[in-house]
């Protein structure tokens, strides 16, 4: 035990000192929001409009579309890198000293080399530590800039509603206000580096199987609460581009969607910078899509041809102003960046450093689900024999193969574990299904169990289309372009397949510690097995380095911090809606763990869920005060104190309660704040949490506006969305 603690601090004197390598070396406090600089935005505006009134309309109608479409000379099979747009072709841009936009994705990564395949969103997500995010932006942005682009496609802050979403690893969760932390965190960092960010995809793209055609119906209010406060907080941090979705909302098309792209995006949450399609089949028509402000078709014009824009503005469809208005996104944010970009040295990226930041990513979104009788952390001298079991065990299991594909070394689990037997004179024996004739004898020999089981790429991931069409059969793996590229699409099913999971019975039943180790990219259902097994483990995809951090969990060496951003349900019932191969849908006002709340329902796991190898303790929590205007802010301070033996991570949550609203559809509670707090044994620490007032309004449909309801609330501080434990604390609006 006294080995394991000394570890345990270690690994803490480690964590701070990366927190003052990165914050140092990359100029944490740095990010200049663009549309908050008065200057830089007079400048743009002026540039913008006086190019606008020099250039021809033959040159505006080209950048109205990407001009490249390639493979990459990195090897990846199929990747792209899109020039948006091409104005640097033309005289008029090299007169303003205007670059190229150079496009790359994508969420796990710079997809150009060289780069660092981090954690997918989702694993990030796990560690609800939006500071770990934004270095993943700078470090991103930094990466983009040394291969030549100035544009990525990142963030990805469509809502998980539900966990058979295919692209739900690319996601940051469940809950509006948790997507919000970390989407506007990764906008500042790829940002600050002088990088565009383009916030993907608008909107209300949660399906993969049908997600070029598929017709989401939705409720303004519904849109409004659930769907778009995540995008509306990007925005106002000054995210550059928005890319609009494949599938049709209320019954158009994302691209030529008028109310969704003019009067919701940019009256109403008031977007200045400029929007492109999602790739290929992001646009459907030309008149139709001007019409509605829809910028740059990427990542090749099909009816954004000068032929037929030309025959449009011919055929009185469109007006040349209407061209204007959109050039001037384009270059208003252009010049905006060009502006605050201006003698500024860019750092060339850290590798090393990046590489110490996914592991840690990986550390710190680990989530112990389950340690009965302190099964874990494992200690090293008692531990002879290890075996490995599990679909995973010889898999790279970094992400699905998507646009967002990293193409890097990744590690494989049964190295790792070899190489650590090897160093600890520990024998790792391994199995490869339910019939292999050793299993018997390796499982009594072992003294522990370690299964490595969850979802593979060809189960989950983007769904890519040759021709925008649907996928055919939700059963079988979808077959994607050149043999690998987008082979994933929605979930089938959430469970493990039964031969996986007959065999974490069958081994469980001969050897006790049996410890599971799920990975996945969002909920995996294991009511046939959970209760079989002393110890749960979960992490999301984990990037080119992450399976070493397996050991460092299970030996102690780290103690997981890393709470569910989503909700693992016991029964289907617990879930909205998601059929296979949808060509309707409609969203409802709940998901998750508001959908739980609604069901009065208790899941496998509840939102916000993380054990610890310590105990935290909540004490002394106050209020500012308890009678709130709309212009207040209610603030909470608290003792926070771990009481066990070793160090660790808590996060606390805060939940506002609407049970005495009088609205006809409102959730028991919302996720309205956290913090995360790191604690040496025995030391307190006073948390400060700050609640803006006007973050509890609803969206009155009748005015088309957000409304405070003036009523008694209760704050609820926990440490799950289900914690019988919190502390509640009445307070009032007037």
Same mark, same amino acid.
């Given at each position: 035990?006294?080995?394991?603690?000394?570890?345990?601090?270690?690994?803490?004197?480690?964590?701070?000192?990366?927190?003052?390598?990165?914050?140092?070396?990359?100029?944490?406090?740095?990010?200049?929001?663009?549309?908050?600089?008065?200057?830089?935005?007079?400048?743009?505006?002026?540039?913008?409009?006086?190019?606008?009134?020099?250039?021809?309309?033959?040159?505006?109608?080209?950048?109205?579309?990407?001009?490249?479409?390639?493979?990459?000379?990195?090897?990846?099979?199929?990747?792209?890198?899109?020039?948006?747009?091409?104005?640097?072709?033309?005289?008029?841009?090299?007169?303003?000293?205007?670059?190229?936009?150079?496009?790359?994705?994508?969420?796990?990564?710079?997809?150009?080399?060289?780069?660092?395949?981090?954690?997918?969103?989702?694993?990030?997500?796990c560690t609800w530590n939006p500071f770990l995010e934004e270095q993943v932006g700078i470090a991103m942005g930094t990466e983009a800039t040394f291969a030549g682009a100035n544009l990525i496609g990142a963030p990805c802050i469509n809502l998980l509603r539900h966990p058979a979403n295919g692209r739900a690893q690319e996601s940051y969760g469940e809950d509006s206000y948790l997507v919000s932390q970390f989407g506007t965190a990764l906008v500042r960092g790829i940002q600050e580096q002088g990088v565009m960010s383009c916030v993907k995809h608008f909107a209300l793209n949660s399906i993969e199987n049908t997600r070029y055609t598929v017709d989401v119906k939705i409720s303004e209010k519904v849109?409004?609460?659930?769907?778009?406060?995540?995008?509306?907080?990007?925005?106002?941090?000054?995210?550059?581009?928005?890319?609009?979705?494949?599938?049709?909302?209320?019954?158009?098309?994302?691209?030529?969607?008028?109310?969704?792209?003019?009067?919701?995006?940019?009256?109403?949450?008031?977007?200045?910078?400029?929007?492109?399609?999602?790739?290929?089949?992001?646009?459907?028509?030309?008149?139709?899509?001007?019409?509605?402000?829809?910028?740059?078709?990427?990542?090749?014009?099909?009816?954004?041809?000068?032929?037929?824009?030309?025959?449009?503005?011919?055929?009185?469809?469109?007006?040349?102003?209407?061209?204007?208005?959109?050039?001037?996104?384009?270059?208003?944010?252009?010049?905006?960046?060009?502006?605050?970009?201006?003698?500024?040295?860019?750092?060339?990226?850290?590798?090393?450093?990046?590489?110490?930041?996914?592991?840690?990513?990986?550390?710190?979104?680990?989530?112990?689900?389950?340690?009965?009788?302190?099964?874990?952390?494992?200690?090293?001298?008692?531990?002879?024999?290890?075996?490995?079991?599990?679909?995973?065990?010889?898999?790279?299991?970094?992400?699905?193969?998507?646009? &967002?594909?990293?193409?890097? !070394?990744?590690?494989?689990?049964?190295?790792?574990?070899?190489? =650590? %037997? +090897?160093? /600890?004179?520990?024998?790792?024996?391994?199995?490869?299904?339910?019939?292999?004739?050793?299993?018997?004898?390796?499982?009594?020999?072992?003294?522990?169990?370690?299964?490595?089981?969850?979802?593979?790429?060809?189960?989950?991931?983007?769904?890519?289309?040759?021709?925008?069409?649907?996928?055919?059969?939700?059963?079988?793996?979808?077959?994607?372009?050149?043999?690998?590229?987008?082979?994933?699409?929605?979930?089938?099913?959430?469970?493990?397949?039964?031969?996986?999971?007959?065999?974490?019975?069958?081994?469980?039943?001969?050897?006790?510690?049996?410890?599971?180790?799920?990975?996945?990219?969002?909920?995996?259902?294991?009511?046939?097995?959970?209760?079989?097994?002393?110890?749960?483990?979960? &992490?999301?995809?984990?990037? !080119?380095?992450?399976?070493?951090?397996?050991?460092?969990?299970? =030996? %102690? +060496?780290? /103690?997981?911090?890393?709470?569910?951003?989503?909700?693992?349900?016991?029964?289907?019932?617990?879930?909205?809606?998601?059929?296979?191969?949808?060509?309707?849908?409609?969203?409802?006002?709940?998901?998750?763990?508001?959908?739980?709340?609604?069901?009065?329902?208790?899941?496998?796991?509840?939102?916000?869920?993380?054990?610890?190898?310590?105990?935290?303790?909540?004490?002394?929590?106050?209020?500012?005060?308890?009678?709130?205007?709309?212009?207040?802010?209610?603030?909470?301070?608290?003792?926070?104190?771990?009481?066990?033996?070793?160090?660790?991570?808590?996060?606390?949550?805060?939940?506002?309660?609407?049970?005495?609203?009088?609205?006809?559809?409102?959730?028991?509670?919302?996720?309205?704040?956290?913090?995360?707090?790191?604690?040496?044994?025995?030391?307190?620490?006073?948390?400060?949490?700050?609640?803006?007032?006007?973050?509890?309004?609803?969206?009155?449909?009748?005015?088309?506006?957000?409304?405070?309801?003036?009523?008694?609330?209760?704050?609820?501080?926990?440490?799950?969305?289900?914690?019988?434990?919190?502390?509640?604390?009445?307070?009032?609006?007037?």
């Amino acid at each position: 035990m006294k080995f394991f603690i000394k570890q345990l601090n270690i690994q803490f004197k480690a964590y701070f000192l990366l927190f003052i390598i990165i914050v140092f070396k990359t100029n944490l406090f740095a990010y200049e929001n663009p549309v908050l600089n008065t200057t830089a935005t007079i400048y743009a505006d002026s540039m913008a409009n006086k190019m606008i009134a020099e250039i021809s309309l033959k040159e505006k109608i080209s950048m109205l579309s990407g001009d490249k479409f390639f493979k990459l000379k990195s090897g990846i099979p199929f990747i792209f890198k899109g020039h948006l747009p091409n104005a640097t072709i033309h005289k008029s841009a090299k007169k303003y000293h205007l670059p190229a936009l150079i496009f790359t994705d994508g969420p796990r990564g710079v997809v150009t080399k060289p780069q660092t395949n981090f954690p997918a969103p989702i694993t990030r997500a796990c560690t609800w530590n939006p500071f770990l995010e934004e270095q993943v932006g700078i470090a991103m942005g930094t990466e983009a800039t040394f291969a030549g682009a100035n544009l990525i496609g990142a963030p990805c802050i469509n809502l998980l509603r539900h966990p058979a979403n295919g692209r739900a690893q690319e996601s940051y969760g469940e809950d509006s206000y948790l997507v919000s932390q970390f989407g506007t965190a990764l906008v500042r960092g790829i940002q600050e580096q002088g990088v565009m960010s383009c916030v993907k995809h608008f909107a209300l793209n949660s399906i993969e199987n049908t997600r070029y055609t598929v017709d989401v119906k939705i409720s303004e209010k519904v849109l409004n609460e659930i769907y778009l406060p995540h995008f509306k907080a990007c925005i106002d941090v000054g995210a550059a581009s928005i890319m609009s979705a494949y599938n049709k909302v209320n019954g158009e098309y994302c691209a030529e969607n008028e109310n969704l792209l003019t009067t919701t995006l940019r009256k109403q949450l008031g977007f200045k910078g400029f929007v492109q399609s999602d790739w290929d089949f992001g646009v459907r028509s030309t008149a139709s899509s001007l019409l509605a402000k829809m910028n740059v078709e990427m990542p090749y014009p099909k009816f954004y041809k000068p032929k037929k824009i030309k025959e449009a503005i011919a055929n009185k469809e469109i007006k040349v102003s209407t061209i204007n208005d959109l050039v001037f996104d384009i270059l208003y944010t252009r010049f905006l960046f060009q502006f605050i970009n201006q003698e500024k040295t860019r750092p060339k990226p850290n590798y090393e450093q990046h590489n110490l930041l996914a592991k840690r990513i990986c550390e710190e979104g680990t989530v112990l689900l389950k340690n009965e009788n302190k099964t874990l952390p494992l200690i090293k001298t008692k531990i002879k024999t290890i075996l490995l079991v599990g679909r995973l065990v010889h898999e790279k299991n970094d992400g699905d193969n998507g646009s &967002s594909i990293v193409k890097t !070394m990744v590690q494989k689990p049964i190295d790792v574990f070899k190489k =650590f %037997g +090897k160093e /600890n004179n520990i024998k790792i024996l391994t199995v490869e299904n339910v019939t292999d004739k050793n299993l018997t004898q390796y499982a009594q020999q072992a003294d522990v169990v370690i299964f490595i089981t969850g979802t593979k790429k060809i189960e989950e991931g983007e769904f890519i289309s040759m021709n925008g069409t649907e996928r055919k059969d939700a059963s079988k793996p979808a077959k994607g372009i050149f043999k690998k590229l987008g082979r994933g699409g929605d979930r089938y099913q959430l469970n493990l397949p039964k031969t996986e999971t007959d065999l974490i019975t069958k081994i469980a039943a001969i050897n006790k510690n049996t410890i599971c180790y799920l990975i996945g990219g969002s909920a995996i259902m294991m009511e046939e097995f959970k209760n079989q097994v002393p110890a749960i483990l979960f &992490s999301g995809y984990y990037g !080119m380095n992450g399976a070493e951090t397996m050991f460092d969990i299970l =030996f %102690g +060496k780290v /103690n997981p911090s890393g709470k569910l951003p989503f909700t693992i349900p016991s029964n289907l019932s617990q879930l909205p809606v998601f059929p296979s191969l949808p060509k309707t849908i409609e969203y409802g006002y709940f998901h998750g763990y508001t959908l739980i709340d609604e069901l009065n329902e208790t899941p496998a796991f509840p939102f916000g869920f993380g054990l610890s190898y310590t105990t935290f303790q909540y004490t002394d929590a106050q209020l500012n005060k308890t009678v709130f205007t709309e212009k207040d802010t209610l603030e909470i301070e608290l003792n926070v104190k771990n009481i066990g033996t070793v160090y660790g991570a808590e996060t606390i949550q805060f939940y506002v309660h609407f049970e005495h609203s009088n609205q006809t559809e409102y959730p028991k509670k919302l996720l309205k704040a956290f913090t995360k707090v790191v604690l040496q044994k025995s030391e307190l620490q006073k948390v400060f949490v700050k609640i803006p007032i006007h973050l509890l309004s609803y969206f009155d449909s009748q005015t088309h506006t957000f409304k405070l309801e003036k009523m008694k609330y209760n704050l609820e501080i926990a440490n799950s969305s289900q914690d019988k434990n919190a502390i509640i604390m009445p307070f009032e609006i007037q």
